[in-house]
């Protein structure tokens, strides 16, 4: 089981920075991996960054390569998401997910993979 808490989100003006957070509050030795997606109004939800239990992998949509950076803190039990040239585009409710897998080394993009969610937190870019 897993129990994600996301924070960190916010109010930023285009070209910002935000950094979210991904608290695990019952962490497992299990492999997993790790992901987030957003979703904005009227649309659905969708893929944004992914990264292996050992960290030594990762995975963006291209929407956001080169701009965000997912990582890990072993110590934390925390996956965070650095944001950086935000656009109003970018603005979504964003979750983080977890998926228990037996490799942990394939990142999966679909929501339907992550049986564990987060309960959301809002980014909100202006113009």
């Known amino acids: 089981q897993a129990h994600l808490v996301e924070s960190g989100g916010g109010l930023v003006q285009a070209g910002g920075s935000l950094r979210l957070s991904c608290a695990d509050s019952?962490?497992?030795?299990?492999?997993?991996?790790m992901g987030w997606f957003r979703q904005a109004p009227g649309k659905e939800r969708e893929f944004v960054a992914g990264?292996?239990?050992?960290?030594?992998?990762?995975w963006y949509a291209t929407s956001v390569k080169g701009r965000f950076t997912i990582s890990k803190d072993n110590m934390k039990n925390t996956v965070y998401l650095q944001m950086s040239g935000l656009k109003p585009e970018d603005t979504a409710v964003y979750y983080c997910a977890v998926r228990f897998d037996t490799s942990g080394s394939y990142i999966y993009t679909a929501p339907t993979s992550y049986p564990h969610w987060g309960q959301g937190t809002q980014v909100t870019v202006s113009s």
């Open positions: 990264i292996t239990w050992t960290g030594l992998s990762t």
């Open positions: 019952e962490p497992t030795d299990s492999s997993y991996v």
